[in-house]
């Protein structure tokens, strides 16, 4: 269904599926949804990297106050990043 809308690629997270399309084919894809009668919990674009950098150590702890403090500022709305980092060592910074 969504594929003919334009979606290029769709992957189940728990129960929700995240699909991803063009920039141009958002709109048409989530149309297509609602047309469906299913409600997209949400709709919008974001930055996939295409490669990503391995953080660890000190690296992973410096980068996730920085992350942190960039988040708390009042004109940021999203922070993107292409890092690669544990799941136990983030938790740990």
């Known amino acids: 269904m969504v594929s003919e809308a334009g979606a290029e690629d769709f992957v189940r997270e728990d129960d929700t599926f995240a699909i991803t399309t063009a920039p141009g084919d958002l709109h048409a894809v989530k149309a297509t949804l609602e047309?469906?009668?299913l409600?997209?919990?949400?709709?919008e674009?974001?930055?996939?990297?295409?490669t990503t950098?391995?953080?660890q150590g000190k690296d992973a702890e410096a980068?996730?106050?920085l992350l942190e403090g960039i988040e708390e500022l009042d004109d940021v709305q999203k922070v993107d990043?292409?890092?690669d980092m544990d799941v136990s060592?983030?938790?740990q910074a």
Do not use: I, Y
């Not at 409600?39 to 709709?43: G, N, T, V, Y």
């Open 35 to 37: 047309a469906a009668g």
């Open 39 to 43: 409600k997209p919990e949400r709709a």
């Open 45 to 50: 674009l974001s930055w996939l990297p295409k």
């Open 53 to 55: 950098v391995r953080v």
């Open 63 to 65: 980068l996730v106050r």
């Open 81 to 83: 990043a292409n890092f």
């Open 89 to 91: 060592a983030m938790a």
